[in-house]
């Protein structure tokens, strides 16, 4: 497939909207219209027909319900895969199992019905921080499970990460959630993205390091109120990340 996305990315949101629901789908175009980063809202109440309008006209974003006769929301998303520059999806749905799913379709938001404004408003900004390159969805999102339903946390809300066993607890603002990744693969993966490891059990977020504290030869971190401390052999690493951005060129070693 050949379609594209031609829509500047400074101007106003085109969205097409895909529900078989007449009621759902009035109440998320009437939503989408009175957000005022959207300016026009387009209307599909099948799937079949949402693929016709996207290979017709460019939009920015779709939002997508999962369950439809015929073809499916995840089937059309599948789909998008082919175009050359496939629109930002967020699937809009009233069942939690399909969360797997949007995640490996590098959905940007997975959103459960009843639909509130406040819930919707930050599914749009996470459009616009998709299209303006501000984010990517494959890097920065993690899903995790908590009580059988799997659920998304942006790795920018990670503050420290704690090993367990072959099990990896990132602990955020709200809470701490369990990944089935080892210690060792995140710190290879998140070191780009400001994560340092400061003892055999701990990663943490350069960016959320509130304090540094050396007493005695003892090290320590404050990372979100909580004080975390820092084993000797990863003393100078961290002090080395903390220091450099702050030194002139970035590129001299700090001085013990």
Known sequence: MNATNEVPSGAALRVLVVDDE???LDELVWLLEHDPRVGSVLASDSAADGLRRLQEEPVDALFLDIRMPGLTGVELARLLTRFRQPPPVVF???YDEHAVDAF???AVDYVLKPVS????AEAVRRVVEARSGATTHVEDT???ELGGVTRFVSRSEVRYVEAQGDYARLHTPTGSHLLRVPLSSLEEEWRDAGFVRIHRSLLVSLHHVEELHVDAGRCSVVV???ELGVSRR???????RLV???RPGGGSRAED
Not at 117 to 120: I, T, V
Not at 234 to 240: G, K, Q, S
């Open 92 to 94: 809009v749905t009233a």
């Open 142 to 144: 993690i899903a995790v």
């Open 224 to 226: 979100g109120g909580q």
């Open 104 to 106: 490996e379709l590098n």
């Open 22 to 24: 007449r009621p759902a």
């Open 117 to 120: 404004g406040a819930r919707l």
């Open 244 to 246: 450099r951005p702050a």
């Open 234 to 240: 990863h003393t100078r690493e961290l002090r080395d």
